[in-house]
């Protein structure tokens, strides 16, 4: 009879085992944050499209301090979700050549969060343009 | 006097142990001893039922692969002096079975490198007057960095996602076969993309990305699978335009 007896570990709680993978689960974690900034914009669009009333609630309900607390909260989350989401992003694309030279990781990170900052940026000054 | 450092190896010897549990060695070390040399001395000097795999000490045959104070790492280019002063926990590789002490069940992944027909399937056939097939630098750069690797296994240790689902073929082996498909003297890629898109494909990942931190030979095999996301998505929609029974 063999006397083979295989041990498989059990995988519960791996996440907490790592750094690695804490950082990972708060990238995850990170993105609910995202949409739940999502659902507020479509609510926001939906009180739009109910009328006056409904819009100028949603624009009250968006000053109350709770909701700014909400955003402040919200952009700490998808600051930090963009920066870890650049930083795997050389990892998931082909190979980007420029001049017969390969790009480095870093210059692609960096690249993307400078396109973030700048896209933001102009956003902002779109919208402050618009309010004034 | 040589230093010493604590060594903590975790045991599991299937005809007596219920469970793998820790065993500690003080083991003497120099500046130049790896773990693997620290573990060489345990077996030589102290106990001599400890077993674990080794074979080139030098980072070339993958076979020493071990959790190393709980991240995969090659116990033969690990160096004691840098866990200095210790205690050096040692394991083994996490996501496998353990067939005893630190020698893991490996059964798993030669089948799936079976799978991946990891060698190339000629485009055009040549006979030997035709002579060789040739290859640009540019053409050799698309696959080289994939064709590094060493089978150590470290990139399933730092996958989760293989850990939770057996099933998916896993960085490595999919690193591989990305290394044929890419290959231009391969023909084979339409066979391999099928697996690639299968239920245990690339799509089990979720692009943690530990599997290429933690590869001893730069092969960024999180790299290979997600380049083939993008790939097997392209087949799928483009499949809808091709006349039908055209598909290889
Ligand atoms: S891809 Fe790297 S970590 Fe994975 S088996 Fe090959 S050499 Fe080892
Ligand atoms: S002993 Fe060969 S890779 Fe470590």
Wanted: charged letters at 20%.
């Amino acid at each position: 009879m063999s006397k083979r007896r295989p041990y498989v570990r059990p995988m519960a709680g791996w996440w907490r085992k790592n750094p690695f993978f804490v950082e990972y689960m708060i990238h995850e974690g990170s993105a609910l944050f995202v949409a739940a900034y999502g659902v507020v914009l479509l609510v926001g669009l939906v009180c739009l499209a109910q009328g006056e009333a409904a819009w100028n609630g949603w624009l009250a309900a968006m000053k109350h301090p709770l909701a700014l607390l909400f955003h402040l909260a919200v952009l700490a989350m998808i600051s930090y979700h963009s920066w870890s989401w650049f930083k795997i992003m050389p990892k998931t694309m082909p190979p980007l050549v420029i001049g017969g030279k390969r790009v480095a990781p870093a210059m692609i990170t960096g690249a993307g969060l400078a396109a973030t900052v700048v896209a933001s940026l102009i956003l902002l000054g779109l919208v402050w343009g618009m309010t004034r | 006097m040589a230093r010493t450092i604590t060594m903590e190896v975790l045991r599991y010897r299937p005809e007596q142990d219920a469970g793998p549990v820790f065993q500690t060695y003080e083991v003497p070390f120099t500046d130049d001893m790896s773990v693997l040399q620290g573990l060489l001395h345990i077996k030589d000097e102290l106990d001599e039922t400890l077993s674990f795999r080794w074979s080139c000490r030098m980072a070339i045959c993958g076979s020493c692969g071990m959790m190393i104070n709980g991240k995969p790492a090659l116990s033969c280019k690990t160096f004691l002096r840098d866990l200095a002063p210790g205690p050096v926990r040692i394991e083994a590789l996490n996501h496998f079975p353990i067939e005893r002490d630190l020698v893991v069940v490996m059964e798993d992944f030669i089948d799936k490198l079976e799978r991946i027909q990891p060698y190339i399937i000629p485009k055009e056939p040549r006979t030997l007057e035709q002579g060789e097939y040739l290859q640009t630098p540019a053409q050799l750069e698309k696959y080289e960095q994939f064709s590094s690797c060493i089978n150590c296994l470290l990139c399933y240790a730092a996958c989760p996602q293989y850990g939770l689902n057996p099933d998916f073929v896993g960085p490595g082996a999919l690193a591989l076969l990305h290394r044929y498909n890419a290959d231009s003297r391969d023909g084979g890629a339409a066979q391999r993309m099928e697996l690639v898109a299968a239920e245990e494909g690339v799509f089990n990942c979720t692009a943690v990305g530990y599997c290429s931190e933690v590869c001893p030979k730069h092969v960024d095999p999180a790299n290979a699978v997600n380049q083939n996301k993008t790939t097997a998505a392209a087949d799928y929609f483009l499949g809808f335009l091709k006349p039908k029974g055209s598909r290889t």
